[in-house]
Nanobody
């Protein structure tokens, strides 16, 4: 079964940090570009960041530039999203998915597949 599994979410206060992980099961993550998306209550899912298979292409949503950093360790079959200086508006369920088109930004969800179940991030004082 080809699957992505997100982890690392939690509840933090504004200004704090979290690191999300996206781990592949059943396929070699290094063969794909990987994107992070998020969906807040009552809002559409939006692209947060994307990294190409070898890490040469990286894209971020304007709302997270300078605060979030995407990286990958293909040997561990894992992509990370380091989230610093978190804000209440970052509260959402975060998903990862695979694609061959990280170069397309903003992303088209139709280009992505293998969605994980998501991990909740809550930023509140």
């Amino acid at each position: 079964q080809l699957q992505l599994v997100e982890s690392g979410g939690g509840s933090v206060q504004p200004g704090e940090s979290l690191r999300l992980s996206c781990t592949a099961s059943g396929f070699t993550l290094g063969s794909y570009d990987i994107g992070w998306f998020r969906q807040a209550p009552g809002k559409e899912r939006e692209g947060v960041s994307c990294i190409s298979s070898r890490g040469r292409i990286i894209n971020y949503a304007d709302s997270v530039k300078g605060r979030f950093t995407i990286s990958r360790d293909n040997a561990k079959n894992t992509v990370y999203l380091q989230m610093n200086s978190l804000k209440p508006e970052d509260t959402a369920v975060y998903y990862c998915a695979r694609t061959l088109w990280c170069s397309r930004w903003p992303p088209l969800e139709l280009d992505y597949s293998g969605w994980g179940q998501g991990t909740q991030v809550t930023v509140s004082s």
